[in-house]
């Protein structure tokens, strides 16, 4: 399975200010993915990061306000604009890997980003 | 779109006793169903999944059964340990879509 990484881990934010979370995979994939987990809650699709083109965004969540970017094959960033504490969340990178010997794709999970905003 | 429903929110049990968490979904073509492990404070882990044609896998005390026809999906913990204690989300793959859509979790607590 490809290693995932994220950075920062955590961040606390003024609201109004925008926060750039780094994703980081150690190999090359075939898709990644955005997430969202409100406290106590459960995992939210934001968007598909396409390698050299916009992402797709799901119902509800637009690109004025979550900018992605995947220059390549294993980095994304997602951006959380002019930022309300009704944004504070933990947001994880997920990406879409062929594990040897399964048929089946497996989504695996970056450890998350933790945002308060204030 | 896909949707998935997770039931029960919450599950607690003695350790020893056996636990069931049940998901429905929508999408009748869905073919794939994974089963992950939140603990508190880290990023979900896959602990099992099955695929539509299949209906029943077994991993040591773990199991996912799979009812296509009626379009639900359970897992299964036989002989719960207190390191079973976390909130587990089933998950589906509707079609033409590569992401996961997921339920809304179950936390399980294991009684020592």
């Known amino acids: 399975s490809a290693v995932i990484s994220q950075k920062p881990s955590r961040d606390i934010c003024q609201r109004g200010t925008s926060l750039t979370i780094q994703c980081q995979v150690d190999?090359?994939?075939?898709?990644m993915f955005w997430y969202r987990q409100q406290p106590g809650q459960s995992l939210t699709l934001i968007a598909t990061?396409?390698?050299?083109?916009?992402?797709?965004?799901e119902s509800g969540f637009v690109i004025d306000k979550f900018p992605i970017s995947r220059p390549n094959l294993t980095f994304s960033t997602l951006t959380v604009s002019n930022m309300s504490p009704e944004d504070s969340s933990i947001y994880l990178c997920s990406d879409l890997a062929r594990d040897r010997g399964r048929l089946q794709e497996t989504q695996y999970f970056g450890p998350g980003t933790r945002l308060l905003v204030l | 779109g896909e949707n998935v429903e997770q039931h029960p929110s919450t599950l607690s049990v003695q350790e020893g006793d056996s636990a069931v968490i049940k998901c429905t979904y929508s999408d009748s073509a869905s073919n794939y169903f994974p089963w992950y492990k939140q603990e508190l404070g880290k990023r979900p882990q896959l602990i099992i999944d099955i695929r539509s044609n299949v209906g029943e896998k077994k991993d040591q005390r773990i199991a996912v059964t799979l009812n296509k026809t009626a379009k639900h999906f359970s897992l299964h913990i036989t002989e719960t340990q207190p390191e079973d204690s976390a909130v587990y989300f089933c998950a589906a793959r509707g079609t033409g879509r590569r992401a996961l859509t997921f339920g809304s979790g179950t936390r399980l607590q294991v009684q020592p």
């Open positions: 190999s090359q994939v075939t898709m």
């Open positions: 990061a396409n390698q050299g083109s916009e992402a797709t965004y």
